[in-house]
């Protein structure tokens, strides 16, 4: 995980767009994300893991495009009831490129994100990031998220995360939600529930 500062003060640059997925361009946008969030993530994600979310939640994942029409960030999320809980959002992957870090992109990616579930009537919205990556906790605290739970030892390289919570509405906190994921396997299609996917491995 890189360690690098978001300053969400400081504007994109003017030259980016930012567009929600289109699956009628998924051959193009997949490969492209695959190979900005495989570069940094903590842990390999086979193609199903992309597809998950993509195919029932596309509307929830933002891109940042450059002046050329390539990608240098992404955000990717979902939304649904939880085992009889609030209706909750989840951050599954965050990453942008090396080069154009530093400059609030993830944060308005992120915030695209929460401002359309947001729509969606969501309550929460939770994450989990690796407990190193300062850069990624200081990006979702600024917009409001708290910390948990630490899970230890939660990723594949050894590592351990926080668990974040964004609260959207009050009293949803004390509704009692279960955060616990199961893990996919990798290279399988996807289950009906969740994989664990680590947001956190957030590359900011």
């Known amino acids: 995980m890189a360690s690098l500062t978001d300053n969400s003060t400081t504007k994109s640059p003017s030259t980016l767009r930012y567009i929600q997925y289109d699956p009628s361009r998924e051959i193009e946008y997949l490969t492209a994300m695959r190979q900005l969030i495989s570069k940094d ?5 086979s193609i199903y893991v992309y597809r998950y979310f993509l195919y029932q939640w596309g509307d929830l994942c933002f891109l940042a495009m450059d002046s050329n029409d390539k990608l240098v960030g992404v955000v990717v999320s979902k ?18 490129r090396e080069e154009y870090r530093g400059q609030g992109i993830a944060t ?7 401002d359309k579930m947001i729509e969606r009537n969501a309550d929460e919205v939770a994450l989990e990031t690796e407990v190193v990556n300062t850069a990624a906790m200081k990006l979702y605290e ?5 910390r948990s739970k630490r899970l230890h030892r939660y990723y594949l390289n050894g590592n351990s995360a926080y668990r974040l919570v964004l609260y959207l509405k009050e009293g949803v906190g004390s509704i009692g939600a279960n955060y616990d994921y199961p893990v996919p396997i ?5 289950q009906t529930t969740t994989p664990q996917i680590p947001a956190g491995g957030s590359v900011v």
């Open 142 to 146: 600024r917009l409001g998220f708290l």
């Open 186 to 190: 990798p290279g399988a299609p996807p």
């Open 41 to 45: 993530l903590s842990e390999p994600y």
């Open 79 to 96: 939304l649904e009831p939880h085992r009889g809980g609030p209706l909750r959002g989840y951050i599954a992957m965050l990453a942008v």
């Open 108 to 114: 308005r990616l992120v915030r695209m994100a929460i």
